[in-house]
């Protein structure tokens, strides 16, 4: 069973960046799609962006497209989440979660998640 | 894109109770609906798989059913540990979550 642990949240001003990671480790991610998820305080899950196992493929919520960028690294086994021009609506917790198959063309149920990691955006 | 519609946003119930949830699709989805349960401060934990396939590990207690744009969710004997929220996903035109059910005592 694969363990995820996302890294990099905090505090930032508005318009300001941020990158998020999510290091895997006890299985390989290399044939997974893999998709960042955020739960503002007190609020439901938003999807906000998936990748393919190989990463050829990119999928953005519309709240956040041309400002986040998703990527991976198979060789770290690691994922990875750009936020640029942070707003404070962004702030939330921020989960990274393991597609059962590879994420494309279309996603599967999202069957591993990390613990989250809170981003807060504010002045 | 696709919107997911839960009912009801709270549901209040005892221990024992049979419970029902209840997600609408803004359009077809066939069979691609995800059932998850999250507690407070916890990632979420999938349950339900393909509008009805149970998870390895879940209670049989628990149990999906729907197609096409209605699906509910449905635990049929309430336990403790069953209070929780509870988000259903779809996963055919990327992803969408519902706005979440919240099953308190």
């Known amino acids: 069973q694969v363990q995820l642990v996302e890294s990099g949240g905090g505090v930032v001003q508005p318009g300001r960046s941020l990158r998020l990671s999510c290091a895997a480790s006890?299985?390989?991610?290399?044939?997974?799609?893999m998709h960042w998820v955020r739960q503002a305080p007190g609020k439901g899950l938003e999807w906000v962006a998936g990748?393919?196992?190989?990463?050829?493929?990119?999928y953005y919520a519309e709240s956040v497209r041309g400002r986040f960028t998703i990527s991976r690294d198979n060789s770290k086994n690691t994922l990875y989440l750009q936020m640029d021009s942070l707003r404070p609506e962004d702030t939330a917790v921020y989960y990274c979660?393991?597609?059962?198959?590879?994420?494309?063309?279309?996603?599967?149920?999202?069957?591993?998640w990390g613990q989250g990691t809170l981003v807060t955006v504010s002045s | 894109d696709i919107q997911m519609t839960q009912s009801p946003s709270t549901l209040s119930a005892s221990v024992g109770d049979r419970v029902t949830i209840t997600c609408r699709a803004s359009?077809?989805?066939?069979?691609?609906l995800a059932w998850y349960q999250q507690k407070p401060g916890k990632a979420p934990k999938l349950l339900i798989y393909?509008?009805?396939t149970l998870e390895n590990g879940v209670p049989s207690r628990f149990s999906g059913s729907g197609s096409g744009t209605e699906f509910a969710l449905t635990i049929s004997s309430l336990q403790p540990d069953d209070f929780a929220t509870y988000y259903c996903?779809?996963?055919?035109?990327?992803?969408?979550f519902g706005q979440g059910t919240k099953v308190e005592i």
């Open positions: 979660a393991k597609d059962r198959f590879g994420g494309f063309p279309v996603p599967r149920e999202f069957d591993s």
């Open positions: 996903q779809q996963h055919s035109s990327y992803s969408t």
């Open positions: 006890g299985d390989t991610l290399r044939w997974n799609g």
């Open positions: 359009q077809s989805i066939s069979s691609w």
């Open positions: 393909k509008a009805s």
């Open positions: 990748i393919s196992y190989d990463g050829n493929n990119k």
